[in-house]
């Protein structure tokens, strides 16, 4: 049972042509070797602070969490195998924002620090966010975060300054699988429709699909989407994420008819409470 | 062999983040809200020609007014930072559309009480009190769209209910600071309040838990299962000690109105704390999305 790589996939690579497209990643979770290689080079690149080494015990994972100070976070699931019973699968997952098409840390951020770039990333403006932390329990994913000492929120940028200048992510640039690809979004989604068929037919993971590759999805699709081997609940990612702005208007007539019955209710409460 | 990982889960670690929030801001739903409605009370009492009233609830929603920008001030993680909040005006932000609507409030009432104090005529300070009338309300139940607004479990689950559980409390919370501050004339209006509040507010919260089903658990579990208890106590004994009692005495009538409050600021600290326990069990979020 073998898992072919993705240049063997019948689509081939194309190359980044930049500016206007909406880039975003592809993490192919069937090839990650689960080498870590992706939080080193954002670590390095981006001069996000280290965090306290400890031992988590959840097999060879230490970082555990997406966070302020963690961009990409390899996921290790250590298991027995699902086929035989016998043996151990390993299920490895590079996580990273979604960049969601409908993105709620940028929709309820009150300042405007989060905006969506010429790339059709989402970016926090580090200058602008006075950490006020509504981002944090926004985000469906648990991504972005509040870093304790510097109080304002930080999330993975797509690496935007490289973008910028023509260069790919320092994560996907660093992954010696190609497991993270880098380029035009409608060319990572065929790309990985194709890659699908072939781990299912060939490797029969009946469980493989892709996570975030539909723009029907409750956000619109990801920039950043996946193929995964197993349900995304399994890699700690939630299985059904939403931000919708008509359940917003529909809160906003709730709080309305709520409004009007605290103002009847007082109205009432002197007009009847009057001698 | 290796034991089985929970299928369901990603070795139990939470999916999305613990609220980043600090105890400030259910401290703010509490006096937010609780001002919001005396401002209204103000409102209302003027066109009803209760003049002791009008005054003494404008000065209260006041009070909660200079405390309100400084507990959300506190909480932020760059407070040097707060007048970015006014940077933009967001409508897709709860957050924007509070901040503009506290700021918008708090100079309504410094308006109308500076225009009262140096004589300006009546009709400029019955405006400026009918502005923060009408935002006040505003002010009590945003807070409620802000918490719905997220993709925390316990919160979003009950995104429709939220704003009557503290339209409710807010109302209820009113009377009850009118009732500990003393009548001004007598106390029936404060007293109705606190009865007809606490009704909308247990109600609707009995309503969200039933919503809620298994997802309502740190209801009643830890913290907030604690504070739940709290506040359903203490709001419940607050009225019924006002509904009796404080019909005769005064004391009676303090004592009431400061359960009351008690139990609303109890209800704003369990909503919030349940927001934690929400989070830091993956299970409720992916009960809640399959
Ligand atoms: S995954 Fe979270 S942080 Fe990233 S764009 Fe979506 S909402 Fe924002």
Redesign the interface.
């Known amino acids: 049972m073998t898992i072919s790589s993705p240049r063997q996939a019948s689509v081939p690579l194309p190359m980044w042509q930049g500016g206007g497209t909406r880039m975003g990643f592809f993490t192919d979770t069937s090839i990650c070797i689960g080498c870590k290689a992706c939080e080193v080079a954002c670590k390095e690149w981006n001069d996000v602070p280290d965090l306290d080494p400890s031992w988590?015990g959840?097999s060879y994972?230490n970082t555990?969490?997406l966070?302020a100070s963690s961009w990409r976070h390899v996921?290790f699931?250590?298991?027995?195998r699902p086929d035989t019973g016998?043996g151990?699968q390993w299920l490895m997952s590079s996580d990273v924002c979604k960049h969601c098409t409908r993105a709620?840390c940028m929709?309820?951020?009150?300042?405007?620090?989060i905006f969506r770039t010429e790339f059709g990333t989402v970016v926090v403006q580090e200058d602008?966010?006075?950490?006020?932390?509504?981002c944090?329990?926004?985000?469906?994913?648990?991504v972005?975060?509040?870093?304790a000492d510097?109080?304002?929120?930080f999330k993975c940028t797509l690496c935007y300054d490289r973008l910028k200048v023509g260069e790919q992510p320092a994560c996907a640039k660093a992954c010696p699988t190609q497991s993270i690809q880098f380029g035009p979004l409608d060319e990572l989604r065929e790309r990985a429709g194709a890659r699908l068929e072939v781990v299912k037919n060939e490797s029969g993971h009946e469980m493989a699909q892709l996570y975030g590759a539909d723009e029907t999805d409750g956000v619109g699709g990801f920039g950043a989407f996946f193929l995964l081997l197993d349900?995304p609940?399994?890699?700690?990612?939630?299985?059904?994420?939403?931000?919708q702005?008509r359940?917003?208007a529909?809160?906003?007539a709730?709080?309305?008819?709520?409004?009007?019955?605290?103002?009847g209710?007082?109205?009432?409460?002197?007009?009847?409470?009057?001698? | 062999m290796v034991p089985a990982a929970n299928p369901r889960s990603y070795y139990g670690l939470p999916i999305v983040k613990r609220p980043a929030w600090t105890q400030e801001v259910p401290w703010y739903f509490f006096v937010g809200g609780t001002s919001g409605a005396l401002a209204a009370t103000s409102m209302v009492a003027r066109w009803s020609a209760n003049a002791g009233l009008e005054r003494r609830a404008r000065r209260l929603a006041l009070a909660g007014a200079l405390i309100s920008p400084a507990l959300l001030i506190s909480d932020l993680g760059r407070p040097s930072r707060f007048l970015n909040m006014l940077r933009v005006f967001r409508p897709t932000s709860p957050m924007s559309v509070g901040s503009w609507t506290l700021a918008g409030f708090g100079s309504a009432l410094g308006a109308a009480e500076t225009a009262e104090l140096v004589g300006l005529p009546a009709a400029m300070v019955g405006t400026a009190e009918v502005a923060a009338g009408v935002l006040g309300p505003i002010l009590s139940t945003y807070t409620a769209v802000l918490l719905g607004d997220t993709a925390n479990p316990i919160w979003r689950g009950a995104r429709h209910l939220l704003p009557f559980v503290f339209s409710g409390s807010s109302m209820a919370s009113a009377g009850g600071a009118l009732c500990v501050a003393g009548p001004v004339g007598d106390l029936r209006s404060a007293r109705l309040m606190v009865v007809a509040g606490t009704a909308v507010e247990q109600l609707s919260f009995f309503a969200m838990e039933r919503q809620l089903g298994a997802l309502a658990e740190p209801y009643a579990e830890g913290r907030a299962g604690t504070l739940n208890t709290i506040q359903r106590a203490s709001s419940l004994l607050g009225a019924a000690l006002i509904a009796t009692l404080g019909r005769r005495s005064r004391l009676g009538a303090a004592v009431g109105g400061a359960l009351t409050l008690v139990g609303s600021a109890a209800l704003r600290q369990c909503i919030y704390r349940a927001g934690f326990q929400s989070a830091e069990d993956p299970t409720y979020l992916v009960r809640s999305q399959s």
């Open positions: 988590s959840n994972d555990l969490r966070g996921a699931v250590e298991r027995p016998v151990v709620a929709e309820v951020c009150p300042t405007g620090a602008v966010c006075n950490g006020c932390g509504y944090v329990s926004a985000c469906p994913f648990g972005i975060e509040r870093r510097d109080g304002r929120a349900a609940e399994v890699y700690g990612m939630p299985p059904a994420p939403s931000y702005r359940d917003v529909t809160m906003w709730a709080a309305s008819v709520a409004a009007g019955v605290l103002l209710g007082v109205a009432g409460a002197i007009v009847w409470g009057r001698r």
